[in-house]
């Protein structure tokens, strides 16, 4: 089974935010802003309501850079990541119960406190370009196997 999920990664001109995993799956790291598509809510959507609850900001202009399949050993399910960007938004980034945000220099990027795959795909995003991947992880430490692809446009991520 395919789980739908998000991922929001929000950009000033030299800067990153990231936000500390307090609890529930992933805590302990440095992460964007994401997580699972409800039923009947589009991936856009959700990922503007996951950002919004998460470190409290607004925006209404996400592009789509990335999508990312992935497989967990001794899981059958697929948790597939659709990664946006945006510069623009509204508010403050604010503590919440889920995350704790920070700016990061983007020569700073904490990937040594990150998902292991990051450093791999964090790159691509940075560089505006637009990719899809594939990760296997034994557990949520060990990153067994990956693929990442750079495609053409946008439109290239509907077509995979």
């Not at 609850?53 to 209404?60: A, F, G, N, V």
């Not at 990312?68 to 980034?93: A, L, R």
Request: hydrophobic fraction near 35%; charge should be negative; include cysteine.
């Amino acid at each position: 089974m395919r789980k739908l999920m998000t991922l929001a990664v929000i950009r000033d001109s030299s800067r990153i935010l990231l936000g500390w995993k307090k609890r529930g799956f992933g805590s302990g790291r440095w992460n964007g802003f994401g997580g699972k598509v409800q039923p009947g809510e589009s991936i856009e959507t959700a990922a503007k309501r996951e950002l919004e609850e998460e470190c409290s900001l607004k925006t209404d202009s996400l592009k789509r850079v990335g999508i990312i399949d992935f497989e967990f050993e001794k899981d059958p399910d697929v948790m597939q990541v659709h990664i946006f960007t945006t510069t623009q938004f509204e508010g403050e980034p604010t503590e919440t119960e889920e995350m704790k945000p920070q700016w990061f220099d983007i020569d700073q990027i904490p990937f040594d406190q990150m998902w292991p795959d990051d450093v791999y795909w964090y790159p691509i995003l940075l560089q505006g370009k637009y990719f899809r991947g594939w990760m296997k992880f034994r557990g949520v430490t060990d990153l067994l196997d990956w693929k990442l692809s750079i495609l053409s446009d946008e439109s290239s991520l509907n077509t995979q």
